[in-house]
């Protein structure tokens, strides 16, 4: 069984760093895409960053040059580095595994969310 757990998320005031770290678990056939998402309140979840198994990104205009999406394959593990975090970047962050868990069969995962506050 696959899970994603997610951590790094907390409370921190403008302008500072966070780290956040998503390590997938289980049956692990083959990964297309890693990703990171966010939710804040009252607000659809939207794509913050995707990182592909050719190794391309893509980043929502809102963290590009901010955000850097990468990954250590070994460990089936994605990051996120957060710099220059502003008050607008409070959410619940979601990492997203789209991946065969079998040759026959492909998900995707999501993790459990973890809390990021940038308040001062």
């Known amino acids: 069984q696959v899970q994603l757990v997610e951590s790094g998320g907390g409370l921190v005031q403008p302008g500072e760093s966070l780290r956040l770290s998503c390590v997938a678990s289980?049956?692990?056939?083959?990964?297309?895409?890693m990703g990171w998402y966010r939710q804040a309140p009252g607000k659809q979840r939207e794509l913050v960053a995707v990182?592909?198994?050719?190794?391309?990104?893509n980043y929502a205009d809102s963290v590009k040059g901010r955000f850097t999406i990468s990954r250590d394959a070994a460990k089936n593990t994605v990051y996120l580095q957060m710099n220059s975090l502003k008050p607008e970047d409070t959410a619940v962050y979601y990492c997203?595994?789209?991946?065969?868990?079998?040759?026959?069969?492909?998900?995707?995962?999501w993790g459990q969310g973890t809390q990021v506050t940038v308040s001062s």
């Open positions: 997203n595994f789209d991946m065969r868990t079998t040759f026959f069969r492909r998900d995707t995962f």
């Open positions: 289980g049956g692990i056939f083959s990964i297309y895409t």
């Open positions: 990182l592909t198994g050719g190794g391309m990104t």
